[in-house]
T-cell receptor
Framework: KNQVEQSPQSLIILEGKNCTLQ??????????LRWYKQDTGRGPVSLTI?????NTKSNGRYTATLDADTKQSSLHITASQLSDSASYIC????????????FGQGTTLQVKP | NAGVMQNPRHLVRRRGQEARLRCSPV?????VYWYRQLPEEGLKFMVY????????ESGMPKERFSAEFPKEGPSILRIQQVVRGDSAAYFC??????????????FGPGTRLTVT
């Protein structure tokens, strides 16, 4: 079954600290993996997209890694800010032309001052 | 350069009424996707449309739900005879084209449907 599992479900950290979110997937055949940030009451916004051949990709303080062999990805947030408080969603796309995305349930991150 | 627009942002319907959700894609985008997010759950794919065509509706419930993306105007997701279980956030996304080099989907702010 094509699934995307994320951990932890929720996380609280202090402002300025780093954190790492995890994503495991069983989607096959694999096309690419994305991390989205979803603020409360808003639509998801793309942070990174990685294909099979990419191991790491950065977007400012966000760094995503991908191990296609073990089907694991992580999102590392450096020097967290209050505005990082949001849900972070791991999304996997299967190969094919329908563009269908398979979403994880998200990790809810709360950054406290 | 407007992004994906959805309206209304909030919609309240009584059981048995019809709900119409509208989505205007990014200007120039011809591919539209609808997703549903139930409370405490992740987004689930519903349907993928190109102008005047339904490409993939495998995530759409077989009854009461329909979607269209006419040649002119926004994409519409229609839910007939709504039930309490339809209460959710409905997100629309659009992309320029489909294929390995053009796979970025841009999401709208969502429509939150509440069925009373």
């Amino acid at each position: 079954k094509n699934q995307v599992e994320q951990s932890p479900q929720s996380l609280i950290i202090l402002e300025g600290k780093n954190c790492t979110l995890q994503c495991n997937y069983t989607v096959s055949p694999f096309s690419n993996l994305r991390w989205y940030k979803q603020d409360t009451g808003r639509g998801p916004v793309s942070l990174t997209i990685m294909t099979f051949s990419e191991n790491t990709k950065s977007n400012g303080r966000y760094t995503a890694t991908l191990d296609a062999d073990t089907k694991q990805s992580s999102l590392h947030i450096t020097a967290s800010q209050l505005s990082d408080s949001a849900s972070y969603i791991c999304v996997v796309r299967r190969t094919g032309n329908t563009g269908k995305l398979i979403f994880g349930q998200g990790t809810t991150l709360q950054v406290k001052p | 350069n407007a992004g994906v627009m959805q309206n209304p942002r909030h919609l309240v319907r009584r059981r048995g009424q019809e709900a119409r959700l509208r989505c205007s894609p990014v200007k120039g985008h011809s591919h539209v996707y609808w997703y549903r997010q139930l409370p405490e759950e992740g987004l689930k794919f519903m349907v993928y449309l190109q102008k005047e065509n339904i490409i993939d509706e495998s995530g759409m419930p077989k009854e009461r739900f329909s979607a269209e993306f006419p040649k002119e105007g926004p994409s519409i997701l229609r839910i007939q005879q709504v039930v309490r279980g339809d209460s959710a956030a409905y997100f629309c996304a659009s992309s320029l084209t489909e294929g390995p080099s053009s796979y970025e989907q841009y999401f709208g702010p969502g429509t939150r449907l509440t069925v009373t």
